[in-house]
């Protein structure tokens, strides 16, 4: 058996009652012997709490926040300030953790000694009936685009120590911020190669592509694109955008992308 480095995960939520449980379910069936869990909610008015608190009180790993927050960078630096894992990962209200994950991720990070663990994604989309196998890209990708998906990345505390908080300013994309300001500082980036979580499609930079869009580029220039690249990328990035929303809405896309990207999909994982 493998030394177990300590790892804090951190969920933030605010209304979450639908979705909650499942979240904390997939963290607690990790059997991971060295985890601390905290919650940081927003002052939710469901019954996000109630369910909350029932686990909290049969799990000692789990820590409960609750109070209003100025958005999801604050929620998330709330988050981070109070762990006291070596390793941090962000999963939100309605993702999972894969199955074996964190032992994936604690064997990288004995291995490599990294200050950003990183992994592959599960993306369900609901509306169109698809469950995608979105493998990590590669990591000078970072100065155009988020190259895996936030939730497949764990963080060395050490490292928010060095580069600092999330932005409060980014509503969307504090994260990209984030990995950017790691790769501009020089941090060490591995690859645990495996999947890492389950990310639910439908989350806050799909219900505002526009916001998300213009933070992205924004975040891209402030970290090595030209004006020139960026007006070009968000160009690029729009009429894909558009593209999917008309195929979508005209029913075409979940044909054509079973058509396309068939070795991306997942028919065998149990969720």
């Not at 109070?67 to 209200?93: C, H, M, Q």
């Not at 526009?210 to 891209?220: G, H, K, S």
Request: glycine share 6%.
């Amino acid at each position: 058996m493998s030394e177990h480095t300590k790892i804090t995960i951190i969920t933030v939520s605010y209304n979450s009652g639908q979705t909650i449980e499942n979240t904390i379910k997939s963290i607690l069936a990790q059997g991971y012997d060295a985890l601390e869990y905290i919650i940081v909610d927003g002052d939710s008015t469901d019954g996000t709490l109630k369910i909350v608190k029932k686990y909290a009180l049969h799990h000692a790993c789990i820590k409960v926040l609750s109070e209003p927050d100025d958005g999801i960078a604050d929620a998330f630096n709330k988050g981070v300030n109070l762990a006291t894992g070596e390793l941090i990962g962000i999963i939100n209200s309605d993702d999972q953790l894969a199955d074996g994950a964190l032992e994936l991720v604690n064997n990288c990070y004995l291995t490599t000694n990294a200050d950003v663990i990183y992994g592959d994604t599960i993306v369900i989309d609901k509306e169109n009936e698809l469950k995608i196998l979105k493998k990590a890209g590669v990591i000078k990708r970072i100065k155009y685009e988020m190259p895996f998906i936030h939730q497949s990345c764990f963080i060395k505390r050490t490292a928010y120590e060095m580069v600092g908080e999330y932005d409060k300013k980014y509503k969307i994309c504090m994260d990209y911020d984030m990995l950017a300001r790691l790769y501009q500082n020089n941090c060490h980036f591995a690859n645990a190669n495996g999947i890492i979580s389950i990310f639910n499609y439908g989350g806050t930079s799909c219900e505002h592509p526009i916001r998300t869009v213009n933070e992205d580029m924004e975040i891209a220039a402030k970290y090595g694109l030209s004006r020139r690249e960026v007006f070009k990328y968000k160009l690029e990035t729009i009429f894909r955008n558009i593209c999917k929303l008309i195929l979508v809405r005209l029913g075409m896309w979940r044909p054509l992308y079973k058509q396309l990207k068939k070795k991306d999909l997942i028919t065998e994982y149990n969720f």
